[in-house]
């Protein structure tokens, strides 16, 4: 059974960092992709970053690009999430996701991520 496991949430003030990781067991991923994704009450799970588990390739969204960086430990079956010069629009429950082909489709959409974590909460102040 695949397990999808956050941790380095919190509180931080604007301009602040954190970092995140989403720990996988069950299986190893030699191929795919991990994605990590946010979501506020109410409104949709948007995708925030994504990266390829055999070439290292990194998507992001726009509006963290040039603050965030995504990677992946192969040896641990571990992927974070670093998030500098964080701002209160960055707030959200932050949940990572797993695809096990690449070829499944487009990183951005929830609809092709096969496993999720629990989510993480990420809260920013001003």
């Known amino acids: 059974q695949v397990q999808l496991v956050e941790s380095g949430g919190g509180l931080v003030q604007a301009g602040g960092s954190l970092e995140l990781s989403c720990a996988a067991s069950?299986?190893?991923?030699?191929?795919?992709?991990m994605g990590w994704f946010r979501q506020n009450p109410g409104k949709e799970r948007e995708f925030v970053a994504a990266i390829t588990w055999s070439s290292g390739t990194t998507y992001y969204h726009d509006s963290v690009k040039g603050r965030f960086t995504v990677s992946r430990d192969k040896a641990k079956n571990t992927v974070s999430l670093q998030m500098n010069s964080l701002k209160p629009g960055d707030t959200a429950v932050y949940y990572c996701?797993?695809?096990?082909?690449?070829?499944?489709?487009?990183?951005?959409?929830?609809?092709?991520?096969?496993?999720w974590g629990q989510g993480t909460q990420v809260t920013v102040s001003s």
């Open positions: 069950g299986r190893t991923f030699n191929s795919g992709a």
């Open positions: 996701a797993a695809v096990t082909s690449i070829y499944k489709g487009n990183f951005f959409s929830t609809q092709i991520y096969e496993y």
